[in-house]
C-alpha cells in the first residue's frame, strides 16, 4: 500500500472524529486504526511519521502515540 492511500484513509478516519471535541476524537482515531488496520498498515503509518507525516490530519499525528505499536520478532 502506498503511503499516499494510507494518509488518505488515516485522514478519512479523522474527518468523521473531527466534529467531536480533541480528547474524544484522539483516542477513537487511535482506537480504530489499532483495531482494524492490519499491523503492516500501521507499520506503514508510523514510518511516514517518522519521515515527516507529509498530508497527514493533525489529529492522525495526535493520535499517533495511542495506536497499538506492533510487535516485531527479534
Known sequence: MTPEKL????????????????ETAVPGIAGHISDFWEPR????LF?????????????VIDAAPA????KQPA
Open 7 to 22: 494518509v488518505y484513509m488515516a485522514n478519512q478516519i479523522a474527518t468523521f472524529f473531527k466534529s467531536q471535541p480533541p
Open 41 to 44: 498498515m500501521r507499520i506503514a
Open 47 to 59: 514510518d511516514h511519521i517518522a519521515k515527516g507525516g507529509k498530508g497527514l490530519d493533525q489529529l
Open 67 to 70: 495506536i497499538r505499536k506492533v
